[in-house]
């Protein structure tokens, strides 16, 4: 296992009862940069990101063989899920703040654990929305109910809720397609300086966003990863044919 | 990262303390249902039971025909009777009336008429059953008492008209539910084929929505066997007597019951634990037949 | 042909809506219109039972400015003598009446003047107690005067100074302790029932995994809700009266009505449970809190409408019931003292009057209060929803 991978992934098989999900997938994951997963609708994006914090747990008659480990810890051996998730915060496709204020959202997770001072629980609050580029424009509602905010202001708002945790990894799967332009460039250009602190993994459809934002990729079809390396040689110079007629559009 | 389990911390004990917690609460059902059939029918089957000196043979409470404490003769032949005809009754008379009341508040009437309508339905259903009793008391016997040939209005009509309506609000609930699920794609099917309305209705529409309509009617059925208060002021209550025109009192195997549980002792009051077992019985009867049908239908 | 049926089916059609409609008119204005009679102040606030007391007050001296006493008549469970009006007393400040059953007379205080001292007439041990109206007169200073008429009361009156003791019945006829016995049966079956079929939802729809386990506990549940409250009522008999000894009580009553409650607790709650997104727990998950901490601080708020609008609609359900707490409960009327004390709810002494009294009119006035307060309960329950459906998703 190499240093700078944060998640180390070997011989990944996942089923939903018969139905093979994932296939052999291998793959690593670098700290502190963003990795993109890309490829057409169905073939293991997201069942392979929310392998990452065992969200698949949740889900009826999921069975997992293989390895994910993180900083060489498997998984999925006998750990503390919990506190997995804590380490490993996810975004949603829609935005899903609770209907709460926003200042509740945020100090959500940190209350789960135990934070009950509220200095310390204001400063959180403060603390994650600055970073979630969203402090400006809520900091005279905090008190008021998230679900007043607009679409790309409630994204903004569930990163802020999942950096509260203090996370070392952010997945997002499909953040931004919920999302208009103008909502969706901000939430790419806050991507942007998240990674200087995190280590992000996107799922995306966008393949121009894929191009934009992330600095390794990895492309799926059909449950196996087809061809993953940094982005720009996977979108410039790609070693599978099936890389490069996606990539063109010839199908997708 | 650490991410070592802690399978003793407060927090862990905590969650599974809870998880077991509502297990058991989700269990108080069953044993309430284990409990209530077990306590009902030990006291209930007790006369009958071989040992028992001072019990009762079950041919002869199940055969007889005069119910008189005083002179030993418990004989329930003829509540049962009175029982089920009227629920068969109200069922005649119930069903359609109920089902077509629905038909009119889903398909048939403007939004506006089917706005008062269906909170008078809902009204109807939280109406105490007792009351119910008041009016037919009140009302139904006092009409009955006109026409009838004995002079007096308590009789087998009375009961089955007072059931009717109370099982009405259950049927029309249901049937309406089950009418309102069936999809659009019916009606517009049959109406584009150029079938008038009623037809949709009649030919597609109840066919489609049979099985919400007829577990109505068998909750109906339920409902109506199973009255007590209602019944117990306008069937008359008599000792004797196996019904034989719709003019003759009743005693419903519920009113025996709860008529003379107030001062029933030893084994009298066994054998009313005993009809309460035959009532027990006879439901579900009724409800195991009835689901089986259904079952047999879908299929 | 086809028009012809069709005009047939929509005529049945209309028939019967017709006729439900109608039943429920029917009901209900019966039940208004032979009850509204009894319904005043004192219906609320007395018990049912006589209560006859020796009060004192001293002579008034009141005149009255118009003849207006005449129209008013309290409710008797006797008939008023059609021949006399009432009769004004200036001593008493009141009009008495004649009120015939059978071949005895009664004389009944028909009207009460505001300023009149019978207001505040005093027992025997010295607490005011007061002479209202529908209040019996058995006996004036020590004299019966149940055959006497009433000019003469109105001498007899009038020639006593000071002092009048008058022997008077309140003649009861009210649900004061029944609506108190209402009231601790709902408190007590709700506080029984809803926690354990909220945490019973609660497993059903958050924990449970397909199986037997769950199989069996939703068909516990079905076959709760099918059976009949007269079977619950023996079984509160045997089991709750009978076999733990608790004898005919307000506990009894209420831990039989609080199965009866349980599967619509557990099915509506379970509903409301169900409505509550799944992106609210996989948010919740994903940020590392445990399924308790999601059910406690998400869920459970969020279904909180769903939980109220059942406990509300039980609230009426266990007004209703009458069969299973006629056998478990009781039908005295009294204000109970303790959890085992028996006591007749609302609508088991509705039962009581109506079938053992042959007191149609006292029933439906106890019809009218139960009606209403269904319908008021129905309301908030539909508002309750109306709101919270707007607000949140």
Known sequence: MVDNNKFYIKDLNLYYDTLRALKDVNLQIKSNKVTAFIGPSGCGKSTLIRCLNRMNDLIEGVKINGLVAIDNTDIYGDIDVITLRTKVGMVFQKPNPFPMSCYDNIAYGPRCQGVKSKTDIDAIVEKSLKQAALWDEVKDRLNKSALGLSGGQQQRLCIARAIAMEPEVILMDEPTSALDPIATAKIEELIENLKKSYTIVIVTHSMQQAARISDNTAFFLSGEIIESDTTSNIFTNPINKKTEDYITGRFG | MNLTKNNRTDKNRKETFFKYLFLFCAFVAVISVFAITFFVFARGLKPFMPWNDSGYSLIDFLSGVEWRPGSDKFGILYMIIGSLLATIGAITIGVPIGLFTAVFIAELAPKKIANIVRPAVELLAGIPSILYGVFGLGMIVKILTKYSPNAQGQSLLATILVLTIMILPTVITMSETAIRAVPSCYRDGSLALGASKIQTVFKVIIPAAKSGIFAGVVLGIGRAIGETMAVMLVSGNPIAGIPTSLWDRVRPLTTNIALEMGYASGTHQDLLFSTGVVLFIFIMIINLALNKLVHNKIK | ????????????????????????????????????????????????????????????????????????????????????????????????????????????????????????????????????????????????????????????????????????????????????????????????????????????????????????????????????????????????????????????????????????????????????????????????????????????????????????????????????????AGTVSKIPENLFSSGGTLTVQAYYVAKEEANIEMACAIGIVVILLIIILNLIAKLISKIFNKANY
């Open chain 3, 1 to 328: 042909m086809r028009k012809a049926k069709d005009y047939l089916a929509k005529i049945l059609i209309y028939l019967s809506s017709f006729i439900t409609v109608g039943v429920l008119l029917a009901i209900i204005a019966y039940i208004f219109i032979n009850g509204i009679g009894l319904i005043n102040w004192s219906f609320f606030t007395n018990e049912y039972n006589d209560k006859t007391y020796y009060l004192q007050f001293e002579a008034n001296k009141l005149q009255l400015s118009d003849n207006s006493y005449k129209d008013n008549i309290p409710y008797t469970r006797n008939v008023i003598n059609n021949d006399s009006e009432p009769l004004y007393i200036e001593e008493l400040g009141g009009a008495i009446i004649e009120s015939k059953k059978g071949s005895d007379i009664e004389f009944i205080i028909s009207y009460v003047e505001k300023s009149s001292s019978m207001l505040e007439a005093k027992d025997r041990r010295g607490e005011i107690v007061g002479i209202k109206e529908g209040y019996i007169i058995r006996s004036i200073n020590g004299e019966n005067i149940e055959d006497k008429n009433l000019e003469e009361i109105s001498n007899i009156v009038g020639d006593i100074q000071g002092n009048i003791e008058l022997k008077v019945t309140n003649p009861g006829n009210g649900v004061f302790t029944n609506i108190i016995t209402t009231l601790y049966m709902i408190l007590l079956s709700l506080s029984i029932a809803t926690p354990i079929g909220i945490l019973a939802a609660i497993y059903l729809v958050e924990y449970a995994r397909p199986g037997k386990l769950v199989s069996t506990i939703r068909f516990a549940t079905e076959s709760l809700a099918g059976i009949p409250s007269i079977i619950y009522g023996l079984f509160g008999m045997a089991f709750f009266v009978v076999f733990l000894k608790f004898s005919l009580s307000l506990l009894a009553g209420a831990l039989t009505i609080s199965i009866i409650l349980l599967p619509v607790i557990i099915r509506s709650t379970e509903e409301a449970l169900k409505a509550v997104p799944d992106s609210y727990r996989e948010a919740s998950y994903g940020l590392g809190a445990t399924k308790l901490q999601t059910i406690s601080k998400i869920i459970i708020p969020s279904a909180m409408p769903g939980i109220l609008v059942a406990v509300i609609l039980s609230i009426g359900r266990i007004i209703g019931e009458s069969a299973a707490l006629l056998l478990t």
